[in-house]
């Protein structure tokens, strides 16, 4: 499945339980087609932030939708899944096509574009022109764009300004950036190691709906990084990881509830 009209690749949905039990299985991510970036700038990694210095927001208290996508704003919303689908059979012309439909204001042709060139097989990579396109779709109110600039971040190692990506999206009540920010500070990436951090984080997105919260959230208490009282509540959760799966995946495949 590529990219698509939802934006993003095909889930494992183990890989959020597994996750936790080792900083390696994370590989299994579609993210880890990425190589390290070359030339990298350490003006731009600046020393990583205490976990004291971060607040929590409160929770919201309404379940989290499949999809923050309105695609009403889109110029031309079947001419973008046209244009997706030939990544797979005619990339020149797909290039051509998203890219005259982000001059005409398309913020999901423009995180396309981003996301073919960091993370794509069909083009080479090319960072900075993927950075340049996910940080247009934030200027054009792409309301997941600042979750796909930090997972570029995350992967090319600029763990602080992932980090203010990823709560930029919180904000929106986004549970994939919460989902990501968990692990950040589950393994000390640009932020002092937290598992209470993480485990808010997690337990903020698990009770929206995101199913990889919940198996990360699981895994933390299995590993009594929260306390041995907790590892019971830990295997209800992993044992309810797959049932909630199924549930979504039967409303909606490609919901932001089953995004890494």
């Not at 919460?178 to 808010?200: I, K, P």
Request: charged share 25%; glycine share 10%.
């Amino acid at each position: 499945m590529g990219f698509g009209e939802r934006g993003h690749c095909p889930t494992n949905l183990f890989g959020g339980v597994r996750c936790c039990f080792g900083r390696h299985v994370i590989a299994e991510s579609p993210l880890s087609a990425l190589e390290p970036r070359t030339g990298f700038d350490p003006k731009r990694t600046p020393g990583a932030r205490h976990a004291t210095d971060h607040a929590m927001p409160e929770r919201p208290t309404t379940p989290a939708p499949d999809s923050i996508v309105d695609w009403s704003v889109e110029p031309d919303a079947e001419q973008f899944r046209n244009a997706s689908a030939l990544l797979s059979s005619d990339v020149p012309l797909a290039i051509r096509l998203l890219e005259g439909l982000a001059q005409r204001g398309s913020v999901r042709s423009m995180i396309q574009l981003g996301w073919e060139y960091s993370f794509g097989r069909q083009l080479g990579r090319d960072y900075s022109e993927a950075e340049a396109w996910f940080r247009r779709s934030i200027e054009y109110g792409a309301p997941d764009g600042s979750y796909y600039l930090g997972l570029l971040l995350w992967k090319i190692g600029i763990f602080p300004e992932a980090l203010n990506q990823f709560e930029d999206g919180v904000k929106r009540e986004y549970t994939p950036s919460m989902t990501r920010l968990g692990l950040m500070y589950y393994f000390g990436e640009g932020v002092d190691r937290n598992y209470g951090t993480a485990r808010q984080y997690w337990e903020r997105a698990s009770n929206l709906g995101h199913v990889y919260a919940r198996g990360h959230l699981g895994s933390l208490f299995i590993q009594g990084k929260c306390g041995a009282p907790l590892i019971p509540r830990g295997i209800a959760l992993l044992v309810s990881v797959m049932p909630r799966a199924w549930r979504v995946i039967v409303r909606n495949r490609e919901s932001d509830l089953l995004r890494r």
